[in-house]
């Protein structure tokens, strides 16, 4: 498998785009830059890798949605999940306005790609943002980059009641989550130092890798399930990174506590576990 995503994500968040108080920052609590890369990232690896996929992309049978809002079914509260991928509406999107491409999105968020993975887009056939019908897959981004103990709640919170709307609509869909979550012993957050003067800039210290291993069990809380019927994700990946905040560039961690190649939450293991369902339960359209 070609497997680049989690690469494409740290690579372009190294150069700082957030611009809260006025500063550049590779994460920015108030921004959904990081969101938005993790799941374009995702849907190349699956285009990349599954030619059920990108013959469905061809044929024109499937189109993505950004932020896509959905409704709970048992709360009737809306929610907009970061990435969605659905069948084709009949209505024509292009009245309406142009559609974004996978490839015009990649310019727009400056996502940063190898000359060899530009030339692997390039060959692609061209993906499109569209108006939906039936949700396929549905992609919900999360990072937990600092004052782990404090987020981790809210994390839990937002990641259960995603797979329980997605699940709503359609039982048959794939609800996915991703997680990225910082190792980093110190940590500048936007948020307390927005409009400060950099050489005043108040570090976050982190006691890792325990926070780390702290939002490893949040995680391992989410229900999974393994066939429709069931409540539960039926894919969830996580990258830990190591990321300042300062400037520098941004690293994937690969050692322990991350997940180790062949655990379930290992990105490698995530994509596979998206194609594989996708191409089981949708490759009749």
Known sequence: MAISGDDILVRTISTPTGRAGGHAWSYDSRSDHHSKVACWGIVFDLMRNS???????????????????????????????????????????????????????????????????????????????GLVGSVLVALEAKACMTEHQKAQPRLYDELNSS?????????????????????????????????????????????????????????????????????????????????????SRVKIHKAVPAPQAGEVYHYAAFVARLRGFYESRFGHL
């Open 51 to 129: 030619e059920t996929i990108r013959r469905h992309v061809a044929d024109g049978k499937i189109v993505f949605g950004i932020n896509h809002p959905f409704r709970d079914f048992r709360t009737n509260k809306p929610k907009k999940l970061d990435l969605v991928i659905r069948r084709s509406a009949l209505q024509d999107w292009q009245k309406s306005r142009k559609p974004h491409t996978l490839a015009a999105l990649a310019k727009k968020h400056d996502v940063a790609l190898t000359k060899a993975e530009t030339a692997e887009l390039e060959a692609l056939p061209e993906f499109k943002e």
């Open 163 to 247: 797979h329980r709307i997605v699940h709503g609509e359609n039982d048959q869909a794939i609800a996915a989550g991703f997680v990225m979550v910082n190792i980093a012993k110190r940590f500048i957050s936007s948020d307390r130092n927005s409009g400060r003067n950099p050489r005043d800039y108040e570090w976050n210290e982190h006691p890792q890798p325990r926070f780390v291993g702290i939002t490893m069990k949040t995680v391992d809380q989410l229900p999974r399930r393994m066939r429709p019927g069931e409540d539960g994700y039926d894919a969830l990946g996580v990258v830990v990174v190591n990321c300042l905040n300062d400037g």
